[in-house]
């Protein structure tokens, strides 16, 4: 049970449900005393959901009762799934990514540009289901690499995850036509 509880706070904290949501299931679970933090069930029943703010206010409230990592890992890995999916969350995630890159989670920080990407993507011409269907084929690869490396490792901390770098060439770079010297390039 506190695994649920745990989640659902999370899914709150990330708009996958609504204050009144999660509201109405915290009232629907009679066997919550004695698990979990029981400083934490009784703020949960003693929130004002309807306060001005409450958002916020659950967020700054409910995520101190959890370890930091075991959030952030937890919110990388939905949002890379939600990206993965196409959820009209991408813009949020994507604004998200870019400044989580740079203090917390330098790992996302490459898929946090793809909000900059798709701004001009009609621009340079390469059309935004291009651009988009990229940026899930990143965040798969990058969900892949995360859960590989959280099964290897224990210890593992999203935080201190480091991507191995890929070289990639298109297909013309690598089939450019080789049959002419280096010093005939201008033929």
């Excluded at 659950?58 to 101190?64: A, C, D, P, V």
């Excluded at 890992?73 to 870019?98: A, M, P, S």
């Excluded at 989670?105 to 009609?122: D, F, K, R, S």
């Excluded at 290897?152 to 935080?159: D, G, L, P």
Aim: proline share 1%; charged share 30%.
């Amino acid at each position: 049970m506190e695994q649920v509880v745990k989640i659902k706070i999370f899914m709150t904290i990330e708009d996958h449900l609504s204050l009144t949501e999660f509201e109405s299931w915290l009232y629907s679970q009679e066997h919550l005393l004695g698990k979990l933090n029981q400083d934490c069930i009784l703020e949960l029943f003693t929130f004002n959901y309807n306060q001005k703010g409450a958002r916020y206010e659950f967020k700054s409230t409910f995520l101190k009762y959890f370890d930091k990592e075991e959030f952030m890992l937890w919110k990388v890995k939905t949002n890379l799934q939600d990206l993965i999916d196409g959820r009209e969350t991408r813009d949020r995630i994507l604004n998200d990514f870019y400044t989580m890159g740079y203090d917390e989670v330098p790992c996302i920080q490459g898929l946090g540009y793809y909000i900059y990407e798709l701004e001009v993507a009609e621009y340079y011409r390469m059309g935004k289901q291009s651009v988009i269907e990229s940026l899930k084929k990143e965040a798969a690869e990058l969900l892949q690499e995360v859960i590989a490396e959280e099964s290897k490792n224990s210890e593992f901390k999203i935080s201190s995850f480091r991507r191995m770098p890929r070289l990639e060439f298109s297909a013309e770079v690598t089939t450019a036509n080789n049959s002419k010297g280096w010093w005939k390039f201008w033929k």
